[in-house]
T-cell receptor
Framework: EAEVAQSPRYKITEKSQAVAFWCDPISGHATLYWYRQILGQGPELLVQFQDESVVDDSQLPKDRFSAERLKGVDSTLKIQPAELGDSAMYLC??????????FGQGTRLTVV | GQQLNQSPQSMFIQEGEDVSMNCTSSSIFNTWLWYKQDPGEGPVLLIALYKAGELTSNGRLTAQFGITRKDSFLNISASIPSDVGIYFCAGPNTGNQFYFGTGTSLTVIP
């Protein structure tokens, strides 16, 4: 069964360092989402891509976060510099026509 | 963003009992999704609903799309220990951005 692949599964980084997460969506899914989930809360949308274009990044803290999907397939989310408050689960999801979103296993980030 | 409120916030039930939870929105959705999330994992899609009034089952799970299009319900029959987790409702807005509810944490006591 097709899956959304994310790496790494876990990342520990020191504050002020740079960190990057990678996502490979389900083949053929044009829409890709990055979500952040703080423990005990539901996922919150950071950025949405349609193919290689950003559709919505209104909730992305652009002073330190960046996201790209250069060829409209896989995507990278970067944080530079990381802050303690960035500790969370970062989830990637993809969708074929916006009807259902399928999630990867996530990257658990701990900033120390 | 959209407000999706789920209730109850948490549930503690005996194995074999039935479970009901619901989700309400401040605005209309054309699709309702229900996910289950295990600790440390990403959400897994359980059921998708596409039409007001629709009732859909997936094994022991049954979900309904409320006729007002502002709510949805999830029922689990004859709960088992592996049902433990957090259940989220979600729905896409017109821009295909998925908003998630506050979650219902389920604990099943053997």
């Amino acid at each position: 069964e097709a899956e959304v692949a994310q790496s790494p599964r876990y990342k520990i980084t020191e504050k002020s360092q740079a960190v990057a997460f990678w996502c490979d969506p389900i083949s053929g899914h044009a829409t890709l989402y990055w979500y952040r989930q703080i423990l005990g809360q539901g996922p919150e949308l950071l950025v949405q891509f349609q193919d290689e274009s950003v559709v919505d990044d209104s909730q992305l803290p652009k002073d330190r976060f960046s996201a790209e999907r250069l060829k409209g397939v896989d995507s990278t989310l970067k944080i530079q510099p990381a802050e303690l408050g960035d500790s969370a689960m970062y989830l990637c999801a993809s969708s074929l026509e916006g009807l259902e979103a399928f999630f990867g296993q996530g990257t658990r980030l701990t900033v120390v | 963003g959209q407000q999706l409120n789920q209730s109850p916030q948490s549930m503690f039930i005996q194995e074999g009992e039935d479970v009901s939870m619901n989700c309400t929105s401040s605005s209309i959705f054309n699709t309702w999704l229900w996910y289950k999330q295990d600790p440390g994992e990403g959400p897994v899609l359980l059921i998708a609903l596409y039409k007001a009034g629709e009732l859909t089952s997936n094994g022991r799970l049954t979900a309904q799309f409320g006729i007002t299009r502002k709510d949805s319900f999830l029922n689990i029959s004859a709960s088992i220990p592996s049902d433990v987790g957090i259940y989220f409702c979600a729905g896409p807005n017109t821009g295909n951005q998925f908003y998630f509810g506050t979650g219902t944490s389920l604990t099943v006591i053997p």
